[in-house]
């Protein structure tokens, strides 16, 4: 019951946001890999970023905001103990978690609405949808975020710290 709320929620935030679209579009992804690359070593947490940008076709800058905005709703969701074992496995984070874009109104009051009907972590993720949308993200690319940045944190920090991670963006 807590994954079919989840999903309703977050499919009515998708399609809220694209209701409202954020004023530019997904850009396409990079034809060539050394343009992306480049600019996902400037990046905060450059192997974070340049792993998002493959997995998901994303720009760098959409893959700081993906990044930033999924490791804040896990910050929320995780006792500061476990949180410090992601943040210890990721480069940068406080760069990621700035680069996050800021929440607007309408889905903080969804977060919070979800939150109190005991959905716990679903009301941060319907939130996280609606903020990734502001970066133009495609409903089927932010669908694949959460387990890419899973993967990647998994790979950089061990099973025990991605567990933690999905757990909290579940």
Same mark, same amino acid.
């Given at each position: 019951?807590?994954?079919?709320?989840?999903?309703?929620?977050?499919?009515?935030?998708?399609?809220?946001?694209?209701?409202?679209? &954020?004023?530019?579009?997904?850009?396409? !992804?990079?034809?060539? /890999? $050394? +343009? =992306?690359?480049? #600019?996902?070593?400037? @990046?905060? *947490?450059?192997?974070?970023?340049?792993?998002?940008?493959?997995?998901?076709?994303?720009?760098?800058?959409?893959?700081?905001?993906?990044?930033?905005?999924?490791?804040?709703?896990?910050?929320?969701?995780?006792?500061?103990?476990?949180?410090?074992?992601?943040? &210890?496995?990721?480069?940068?984070?406080? !760069?990621?978690?700035? /680069? $996050? +874009? =800021?929440?607007? #109104?309408?889905?903080? @009051?969804? *977060?919070?609405?979800?939150?109190?009907?005991?959905?716990?972590?679903?009301?941060?993720?319907?939130?996280?949808?609606?903020?990734?949308?502001?970066?133009?993200?495609?409903?089927?690319?932010?669908?694949?975020?959460?387990?890419?940045?899973?993967?990647?944190?998994?790979?950089?920090?061990?099973?025990?710290?991605?567990?933690?991670? $999905?757990? =909290?963006?579940?």
């Amino acid at each position: 019951m807590r994954s079919f709320l989840f999903v309703l929620t977050l499919s009515a935030a998708v399609a809220s946001a694209q209701t409202n679209p &954020a004023p530019t579009g997904q850009a396409p !992804a990079a034809t060539t /890999a $050394a +343009p =992306a690359d480049a #600019a996902a070593d400037k @990046a905060a *947490s450059p192997d974070v970023v340049g792993q998002l940008v493959k997995d998901l076709g994303i720009t760098p800058k959409q893959a700081e905001g993906t990044a930033g905005t999924l490791f804040g709703v896990a910050k929320g969701a995780m006792k500061a103990e476990d949180f410090g074992k992601v943040a &210890a496995a990721v480069p940068e984070m406080d !760069a990621l978690l700035k /680069a $996050a +874009p =800021a929440p607007d #109104a309408k889905s903080s @009051a969804i *977060s919070m609405v979800t939150g109190a009907a005991g959905a716990g972590g679903a009301g941060g993720m319907v939130a996280a949808a609606s903020t990734l949308s502001k970066l133009g993200l495609k409903p089927e690319t932010i669908a694949k975020a959460a387990p890419a940045l899973v993967k990647i944190v998994q790979g950089k920090g061990g099973a025990e710290v991605g567990n933690l991670l $999905a757990a =909290a963006l579940k």
